[in-house]
């Protein structure tokens, strides 16, 4: 009975051995599920977040870009089908603007340099796109030719392009440390598995060997006392037959 509970004893914590390891493996693998998955959203964010980031604000150049070479074109030559690129362009701006301007729901900074931006594209279309247009249609040379003369429009496109510019470099900035922010979370990640198996899984693998090697150590002091009780068995049998006899 003492030797069946003693045996029981050794199996159970081979059982609770490998139970334990068991469990480490498991936690460890779902810390690493878990940072794979951070690690695969900081990357959504990069390639979608801020590349359309990078988008809106080109697309918003290229619609001031469109108004300015419409307005210019229809000047020069009073074909009505060079105001196509400008009325195009006046029509996707705001879209376009408020579609970056949600996105920069996150920085606060950033959304204010756009803020200020705004006002210069409005200031422009109204005093020079739409006004240079309408005296043309008006025949008004002279207008036209003092409103060139003020060199007015040329000043508010080019402080927009400065803080377009401005804009889309703090952009870009932003992106080249959230990629270098990911690549040390990855080379973090990497060191982190490499110590979790060097150290970790050997540990495991340790725990794991010595019960069994426990166990091979007491079925071999169980086979020698067995041996002995038999040893001890036979020469009382012996006695006892040579004093009967």
Sequence with gaps: MTIKGWKYNIHAKIITGY????????????????????LQNEVDFVSKHDI??????????KNILDMETGMRGYVITGDVEYLEPYNLGSRSWPDNYNKLHSMLSDNSSQQRN??????????????????????KKANNET???????????KKVTDQL??????????????????????????????????????FGDGDYAGNGLLPIQFDRENDQTSDQDHSKYYQFRGRFDNKNQSEYS
């Design 19 to 38: 139970l334990t390891i068991l469990i480490c493996l498991i936690l460890s693998l779902l810390i690493v599920i878990n940072r794979m998955t951070a």
């Design 52 to 61: 359309e980031v990078h988008d809106l604000a080109n697309q918003i150049q």
């Design 114 to 135: 756009l803020e200020e931006i705004k006002p210069l594209i409005l200031n422009w279309q109204a005093n020079t796109g739409e006004y240079v247009i309408n005296q």
């Design 143 to 153: 207008a036209l030719n003092k409103h060139f003369e003020k060199n007015t429009g």
């Design 161 to 198: 392009r400065t803080q377009l510019d401005s804009f889309l470099s703090a952009e870009k900035k932003l992106t080249v440390e959230r990629i270098e922010q990911l690549n040390q979370n990855n080379r973090n990640f990497k060191n982190n598995i490499v110590c979790d198996y060097c």
